[in-house]
Antibody, heavy 127, light 106 residues
Framework: QVQLQESGPGLVKPSQTLSLTCTVSGGSIRSGDYYWSWIRQPAGKGLEWIGHIYSSGNTNYNPSLKSRVTISVDTSKNQFSLRLSSVTAADTAVYLCARSITGTDATSHYYYYMDVWGSGTTVTVSS | SYELTQSPSVSVSPGQIASITCSGH??????VCWYQQKPGQSPVVVIYKDSKRPSGIPERFSGSNSGNTATLTISGTQAMDEADYYCQAWDSSTVVFGGGTKVTVL
């Protein structure tokens, strides 16, 4: 059974770069037709998709964060990572990683859902 | 950018039907999934591809999607169903979440 675990600093100073890693266990990050996503959730608020990466390195990002986000993958370590630059207090949130299942069915409609989630890690931006 | 709109809250009595809606332009042309999130926990997908239930999700959870509205229905709502529910779709190479609906079982 695939499990995901986020790791990284819990405190980041304003204007610096937030860096998190998601470690995949119980399966290979290269197997299957999956994307690997980052999502965040400020305290008491809703979910915000940050972006995702395929094992080949192909990425998509949320347009509202695209200029500051980089998602990368290290298949040798079975990990994928998030870097968010120039952080402010507005970036304080729980950051979650997830496995995304995608595809196009017989009706030519594209489906996308996240079936496995990490437990999340809280990142606070403060001096 | 594409937007999904959900009502902030829904209240339901135990054993009754809870209906949670998610609206977006021509949403029926897209596949929608639904996540349940309980306090302090990560989201869990309860419906994908509009109406499919993952293994382990109770049959009381069902979904539909047509026109501009997708609906998650909980039949015979139980106290354990009290949670936040989020709809999600894919548009223009981006994942879009609804703002979430808090379901309270009174």
């Amino acid at each position: 059974q695939v499990q995901l675990q986020e790791s990284g600093p819990g405190l980041v100073k304003p204007s610096q770069t937030l860096s998190l890693t998601c470690t995949v266990s119980g399966g290979s990050i290269r197997s299957g037709d999956y994307y690997w996503s980052w999502i965040r959730q400020p305290a008491g608020k809703g979910l915000e998709w940050i972006g995702h990466i395929y094992s080949s390195g192909n990425t998509n990002y949320n347009p509202s964060l695209k200029s500051r986000v980089t998602i990368s993958v290290d298949t040798s370590k079975n990990q994928f990572s998030l870097r968010l630059s120039s952080v402010t207090a507005a970036d304080t949130a729980v950051y979650l990683c997830a496995r995304s299942i995608t595809g196009t069915d017989a009706t030519s409609h594209y489906y996308y859902y996240m079936d496995v989630w990490g437990s999340g890690t809280t990142v606070t931006v403060s001096s | 950018s594409y937007e999904l709109t959900q009502s902030p809250s829904v209240s339901v009595s135990p054993g009754q039907i809870a209906s949670i809606t998610c609206s977006g332009h021509n949403l029926g042309d897209k596949y929608v999934c639904w996540y349940q999130q309980k306090p302090g926990q990560s989201p869990v997908v309860v419906i994908y591809k509009d109406s499919k239930r993952p293994s382990g999700i109770p049959e009381r959870f069902s979904g539909s999607n047509s026109g501009n509205t997708a609906t998650l229905t909980i039949s015979g709502t139980q106290a354990m169903d009290e949670a936040d529910y989020y709809c999600q779709a894919w548009d223009s190479s981006t994942v879009v979440f609804g703002g979430g609906t808090k379901v309270t079982v009174l």
